[in-house]
């Protein structure tokens, strides 16, 4: 299976702040790279795919990027919505899927 | 609206058996790949089965031979029939639909349904 590794698992940010978060994989996985959004008591929320693809309906302050086996998701300017968790998942081995172990997104 | 909803989770014991259903809404079913994915507290979000537009099915090795996805686009439903449960199978699992044309990406997702093996 292709792990992916998550950094970091947790951060704290204030509202307005640029964020990152980054995602690695364990072998190269192109750009079959997905990002996901989850609240507390929630179901995951699909914001980017294909690496850098902005989902529909999505805030353009979510960015993705990379290729290989290092990516990045970046939120521009911090929203309180956008307290969660955040969880990347590749799918170039499919239809073994396999997630990050997350990123807890916490108010400073 | 498109909207997924799982029943049929519960408290079961080692051993047990238990039938996930997801109901589908808002979209064609019969058109899209269906998955379950289920989330640990321990292990976070793991993939768990894949059922296929022309009802192929493919499993994640913790499951296969004891798990079966099966639809019935007529009812647009999905299953998860669960045999020979143990505690590690304990989870929140979600229905997710397959929106990928070239690789797969989940979206939407159930609410989940919550399933406990214990004694």
């Known amino acids: 299976d292709i792990q992916m590794t998550q950094s970091p698992s947790s951060l704290s940010a204030s509202i307005g702040d640029r964020v990152t978060i980054t995602c690695r994989a364990s072998?190269?996985?192109?750009?079959?790279l997905q990002w996901y959004q989850q609240k507390p008591g929630k179901a995951p929320k699909l914001l980017i795919y294909?690496?850098?693809s902005l989902q529909s309906g999505v805030p353009s302050r979510f960015t993705g990027s990379g290729s290989g086996t290092d990516f990045t998701l970046t939120i521009s300017s911090l929203q309180p919505e956008d307290f969660a968790t955040y969880y990347c998942?590749?799918?170039?081995?499919?239809?073994?899927?396999?997630f990050g172990g997350g990123t807890k997104v916490e108010i400073k | 609206e498109v909207q997924l909803v799982e029943s049929g989770g519960g408290l079961v014991q080692p051993g047990g058996s238990l039938r996930l259903s997801c109901a589908a809404s808002g979209f064609t079913f019969s058109n899209y790949d269906m998955h379950w994915v289920r989330q640990t507290t321990g292990k976070g979000l793991e993939w768990v089965s894949v059922?296929?537009?022309?009802?192929?099915?493919y499993y994640s090795g913790s499951v296969k031979g004891r798990f079966t996805i099966s639809r019935e686009n007529a009812k647009n439903s999905l299953y998860l029939q669960m045999n020979s449960l143990r505690a590690e199978d304990t989870a929140v699992y979600f229905c997710?639909?397959?929106?990928?044309?070239?690789?797969?990406?989940?979206?939407?997702w159930g609410q989940g349904t919550l399933v406990t093996v214990s004694s």
């Open positions: 998942q590749q799918s170039y081995s499919t239809p073994e899927l396999t």
């Open positions: 294909d690496a850098s």
């Open positions: 059922i296929g537009t022309a009802g192929d099915t």
């Open positions: 072998q190269s996985i192109s750009t079959y």
């Open positions: 997710a639909r397959d929106v990928g044309t070239v690789t797969n990406r989940f979206d939407p």
